[in-house]
C-alpha cells in the first residue's frame, strides 16, 4: 500500500509546473562508487525567478535547500542527509558544495554501505508555486570488495589504478614487487624512467588488501654498455685525428714536390 501511495505521489509531482521545465534539477542518472571512495554528485537546478501576485510580479527567494534518502519528496521533517536550515547536520560524510542560486552538488566522502540509495534534491521558496523536488533522484549503488586494475593512463609515463566501479576520487596504495610506494593517488607517474624502477606494480584501495589488483609487470631496458654518452665524443677525437693525419700527408708531399723541383 505504502508503494502504491508514493507512485501516486511521483505522479503527482511530475503534473507540477516542473513538468513544464520551469522546475529542473539536472543531475547523474545511477551511479556506482567504491566503499571508502569519494563521490561526487554534479548537480544543478532552476526554479521559477518571480510569481504573479495581485497582479504584480513578485521576485521568489529560496529559503531551504534538501538532499534526503529514499524518500519521494523530501518534505517536513524527512531524515535528510544535508537541509540547509538544520543546526545539526544528519551526516557529516555529505557535503553540500552548491549554494540556493542554481548548483546542487553533492559530495560523499568514506563511501559506505548505508549511501546505497536514492536521493533526491528539494527546493523550499517562500511561494508554494516555486517549491519542488526534482524526480526520480539519483540511484547510488555502492561495491565493496571489488578488485582494482591497472591501466595505462592517457599521461605519458604513468599508470592508473582504476576499478570497474565508477568513481571519482580513491585514495589507494601502490606497490612495486610487494614493497608499498609513496604516492596515494590513483595515478602513479613514473617520469624518467630506469632500469630501478621495473618490477611488478599492484595496488589497492587503503587499509583494503581485497581490492588488491593483479600484477602489471613493467621492464624498463638499461642503456646497452652504459658508455651511450661517449658516442659524439669518440666521433670528435677521431675526425681531430684524421684531420692531423691528413694535414701530416700535405706537409711532406708538398716538401717532397719542392726538393725534387716540381711546381706545386
Not at 523530501?74 to 542527509?81: D, E, L, M, R
Not at 595505462?152 to 604513468?158: I, K, L, M, R, T
Request: charged share 20%.
Amino acid at each position: 500500500m505504502a508503494r502504491r501511495d508514493e507512485s501516486l505521489l511521483l505522479c503527482f509531482m511530475l503534473l507540477l509546473p516542473g513538468a513544464a521545465g520551469l522546475l529542473v534539477v539536472n543531475h547523474p542518472g545511477p551511479v556506482c562508487g567504491v566503499k571508502g571512495s569519494t563521490l561526487t554528485l554534479p548537480c544543478t537546478f532552476s526554479t521559477l525567478k518571480s510569481v504573479s501576485e495581485g497582479g504584480r510580479e513578485v521576485l521568489v527567494k529560496i529559503q531551504r535547500v534538501v538532499w534526503c534518502q529514499n524518500h519521494a519528496i523530501c518534505q517536513g521533517s524527512t531524515p535528510s542527509v544535508y537541509d540547509s536550515e538544520s543546526e545539526r547536520r544528519s551526516n557529516p560524510r555529505y557535503r553540500y558544495l552548491g549554494d540556493k542560486e542554481g548548483n546542487c552538488t553533492l559530495q560523499i566522502t568514506d563511501l559506505q554501505e548505508t549511501d546505497d540509495a536514492t536521493l533526491r534534491f528539494r527546493v523550499e521558496a517562500d511561494h508554494s508555486s516555486a517549491t519542488f523536488t526534482g524526480l526520480p533522484g539519483v540511484r547510488v549503488t555502492v561495491r565493496d570488495g571489488i578488485p582494482m586494475q591497472i591501466k595505462n593512463s592517457s599521461e605519458a609515463d604513468a599508470l592508473l589504478c582504476t576499478a570497474l566501479c565508477t568513481f571519482h576520487h580513491l585514495e589507494v596504495t601502490w606497490f612495486r614487487d610487494g614493497h608499498a610506494l609513496p604516492q596515494s593517488g590513483p595515478s602513479l607517474r613514473l617520469s624518467a624512467l630506469t632500469a630501478k624502477d621495473s618490477g611488478n606494480y599492484t595496488c589497492a584501495l587503503k587499509d583494503d588488501p581485497r581490492t588488491t589488483s593483479l600484477p602489471y609487470s613493467l621492464q624498463v631496458e638499461a642503456a646497452g654498455g652504459g658508455g651511450g654518452h661517449l658516442l659524439p665524443l669518440i666521433v670528435s677525437v677521431v675526425g681531430g685525428v684524421l684531420l692531423a693525419v691528413a694535414l701530416l700527408l700535405f706537409c711532406i708531399l708538398r716538401r717532397y714536390f719542392i726538393t725534387s723541383g716540381f711546381k706545386i
